[in-house]
């Protein structure tokens, strides 16, 4: 098949090359939108990632342009209008699980530097600087944490939690019996907000979880907590919580997504002044971390994406059962 990837870094190149089952890929760094639709003419299907655009107007371009397959090179679809591409036929299929351990690994990375501030200690020493003061953090041990969201990742993260001898508190519409017999304890969203050290988010951003953590729901943490998004950056009311991390209701806060993520994420502004206020404020405050959306970087993340993502090329190309078709929810 002839197939359009966008939003492409050479690792994707190198990954997707190296997994290609004899497919001709040709490989666009720009993200798809409306505007840049017309690359993908003539191709039979389309790969994207986290921050491409495909919604009703993209997909009726690509649509009368040939499209009949769109592939995902990540498990969260809020960027695709699944219910339009199911009208006209077109499945899209996803890589539902490809390494929860690259994701729950990166929520704990947040979690330890945001507490022991490594990243200041790094450099501080590098400029000869070996006072620890304003250093201090607190131990995980015994230490309780609100996981939202206990699918793939979720899981993973409990079991690393587990480890650290912290006590687990989750919520999820299909509680997991498995993290119940590792001792994680269910409740509603609210009680497992409340009265835990740390919130660490691991579910969907749907028309449901939209602004999941709001100003209404800051009020009822524990003062001090630290939020852990590593999610997407839909899940939290940026602006309230600019303003809980100010009053020191937020006590810290660790982003590997953020809202408004899609023309910063993936590229270089270091040359550039970055147009985003709230963006800008939260890179200044100190007890602020946010990384690039790298959660999924690893070897073995990437080495399963570009292995699944052409399974379900395949798969739709043989007439095969689609396993990883995105269920459009009714
Ligand atoms: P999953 O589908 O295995 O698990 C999601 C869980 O969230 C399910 O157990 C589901 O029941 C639960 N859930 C749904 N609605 C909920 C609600 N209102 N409250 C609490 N829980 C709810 O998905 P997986 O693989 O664990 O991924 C989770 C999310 O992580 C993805 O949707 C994606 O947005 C994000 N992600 C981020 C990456 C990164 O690089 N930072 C990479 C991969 C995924």
Redesign the pocket.
Known sequence: MKIAVFSTSQYDEDFLSQHNTGHQIVFFKASLSEESAVLAAGFDAVCIFVNDIMNKQVLDKLYQSGLKLVVLR???FNNVDVDYADQLKVPVLRV??YS?EA?AE?AMALILTLNRKTHKAYNRVREGNFSLEKLMGINLNQRKVAV???????QAFCRILKGFGCHIKA????PSAEMRELGVEYGT?DATLQDVDIISL?????V??QY?INADRLQMIKPGTMLIN???GGLVDTKAIISALKSGLIGSLGL??YEQESGFFFHDFSELIIQDEQLSQLISFPNVLITG????LTQEAMTEIAKVTFDNIDAFEAGSPLVNRVEIPH
């Open positions: 990540c498990a969260g539902p699980a929860p994701v990166h939202i969201g206990t699918g793939h990742i979720g919520h999820d519409p299909f969203l691991h579910c969907p951003l749907t449901d979880t999941l590593t999610s997407r590997d997504v959306h790298q959660g999924f």
